[in-house]
């Protein structure tokens, strides 16, 4: 099927680019037709994210979003930043904490409705939406450039081969491909290799971010508070903090970031989030309140040094499959909907050059003079600093910004998550406290809520480049780290019953497509592909 | 032959809902919404029929709020061949669906109405049984097989002792149950076909039928949750306590 633009992905990114290329396309009279496919099974299913917006980015892709209903309710009347000890904490006051994390004039939202309601806006433009929809396969034409992408096989077999309900893919074809898969996604580390991409980037790096919804008691509730903490549960070389956003409905979304960078591999990130949320001064927000959503999602946080050359023949990478997040701000979905604005800005008039299947170079040219180049280079050490001792690095960023203003004379650079791990022998195993089912809960009961799910008979879309190394290497030196990292509990060591004959079960139904896997595996031996199309979790309000 | 398939708009499947905090319903905001997995059953059975060449078209029929649209679109990527939205915001119980339907029947004249055999949100399992009642046709609920002949159909029903065979002379309604069929994926070729096949949007007032509530919900609540069990020492005081604690001797 052919297209003018095919659009990878139905995040912010993605939505925002076929927004402002219908948008263009009208102000000249041209039609350009889009087509935009989505893996989850509607748009917004695989959506998750803090989540507190700079509406900036979507000022300007459509600036009465107000009128026209867009989900932003909640402003934020409060910020809070605390540095948590195991029964105290102290509270940074507001007029010490950097412009980056002041987030006056900002929303408290559901990024996930957020996108349902763009997913709306595109629609009504004329975009053609196709939820339930992965990109499998990019596709090269006989010059190689990128010539669109592959939809999965659906109905294909554990063994391998087509059941009665197989259904071949299809191809879509365009003059540009814009990915926006999201963070670590699988088709732009495909791009990365083939097109050597990252040649002057430093590696990604990147956090895991555990988030829970919860609907809490009336007196409980400040809707427009933020509030994040640093230190523990975590320790003080682990980058992390957490957050806790009250929005409307009296509902409040709750979560940990881990950075993959953490070096002791019996860290669970999952298990630090709930011990997180019984620390004194955050388990009153949630006494009498229940638990009504759970989910996790790896999201990029190298910023400035990590992005990647953005464009290739054919297409290029938007949002955070090139890695648009700023970390000091830990905000994305606004650089996300710029990168998607000047993706099309740079697209509509190639082809009405009569152009495609070439480089965009307008793009990445767009990029640096824009707001999100100034505002990611400012934050750019940022990450470096807080990637050893957190504390010393918490001032020199410090110094970094309210002294540099952010133009600190030096760039630092960044090392890449897996090669941090120690072995488990080199470290101290933690001992996590049992869930209470009340406010602290169990792995299988939280996927549960995250609603995922996947055709048992299909073929595991986590995959092994070596089917030794499970065994032979993680277990034997880090005493398999995925079992603990894993926010879905999908990996799991089986025995038999005298505790011999260790091996890996992937219980690949449960997961949550957070990529954390193929992000912290210490060889990348585990590599995470989509799943036939309309599966996974299925967020809602997350 | 005309087949008609009636399909209802619900929360998905996959999605664990939970009660209101007031407990008057269930909690249906921003939550995911698809066909009910018998109605799509239903759907492919209506489909596989046209494929076989024992019927010519197959309509699909949904009431309910506008969104019922996209319910409508998947049935005709499907391979429904039209659609009709009876469109109302008003809340819709099985004997109001029933009757909308008998009045839809009058109009289209189909041979065999398909429908789910129950609906995942309200577990009602009327629809179906009251429709053919209401039109006076033979009705082969729970049907785990079905085989089309000349001027009859062959229903195989699920039934609690096993399976029951009967034969229905046509005009019919039959209830899918879940071992009829697994529906196919819908393909995006076929999606992009269905947005141009034909919907009809009519109102309750246009079909004459009165739909207005016969029951009322008086509360949801969660079910109770589950309590430790206790092992006991021999048949008397399991008797003992079934007598006592349990109360259902």
Known sequence: MEFDVVVVGGGPAGLAAAIRVKQLAAETGADVSVCLIEKGSEIGAHILSGAVMDPRGLNEL?????????????????????????????????????????????????????????????????????????GAEVL???????????????????????????????????????????????????????????????????????????????????????VHTAGWPLSNDTYGGSFLYHMENRQVAVGLVVGLGYKNPHLSPFEEFQRYKTHPSIRPFFEGGRRIGYGARAITAGGFQALPKLVFPGGCMIGDDAGFLNGARIKGSHTAIKSGMLAAEALVPALAKGRGRDELEAYPAAYRTSWMHDELYRARNFKPWMSGNMLFGTLMFGVDQQVFRGRAPWTLHLKADHTKLKKASECTPIDYPKPDGVLTFDRLSSVFLSNTHHEENQPAHLTLKDSGVPIKINLELYDAPETRYCPAGVYEIARDPDGGNPRLQINAANCVHCKTCDIKDPTQNIVWVAPQGGEGPVYSGM | MKILVAVKRVVDSNIKVRVKADGSGMETANLKMAMNPFDEIAVEEAVRLKEAGSATEVVAVSMGPGACQETLRSAMAMGADRSILVQTDADLQPLAVAKLLAAIVKKEVPRVVFLGKQAIDDDSNQTGQMLAALIDWPQGTFASKVKLADGNVEVTREIDGGLETVSLQLPAVITADLRLNTPRYVTLPNIMKAKKKPMETLRPEDLGVDIAPRLKTLKVTDPPSRKAGAKVADVKELVAKLRSEAKVI
């Open chain 1, 62 to 134: 459509l600036p009465n979003w107000k009128a026209r209903g867009a989900p932003l309710n909640t402003p934020v009347t409060e910020d809070r930043f605390q540095f948590l000890t195991r029964r105290g904490s102290w509270r940074l006051p507001n007029s010490l904490l950097p412009a980056c994390f002041h987030n006056e004039g900002n929303y408290v939202i559901s990024l996930g409705n957020l996108c349902r309601w763009l997913g709306q806006q595109a629609e009504a433009l004329g975009v053609e939406v196709y939820a339930g929809f992965a």
């Open chain 1, 140 to 226: 090269y034409d006989d010059k190689g450039a990128v010539k669109g992408v592959a939809t999965s096989d659906m109905g294909i077999g554990k063994d391998g081969k087509p059941t009665d309900a197989y259904q071949r893919g299809v191809e879509l074809h365009a003059k540009y491909t814009l990915f926006a898969e999201g963070c670590r996604g699988q088709l732009g580390l495909q791009l990365e290799a083939r097109f050597n991409l990252r040649e002057r980037a430093d590696p990604q790096v990147y956090g895991i971010g555990i988030k829970e919804l919860w609907e809490v008691k009336p007196e409980r509730h400040k809707p427009g508070l933020v």
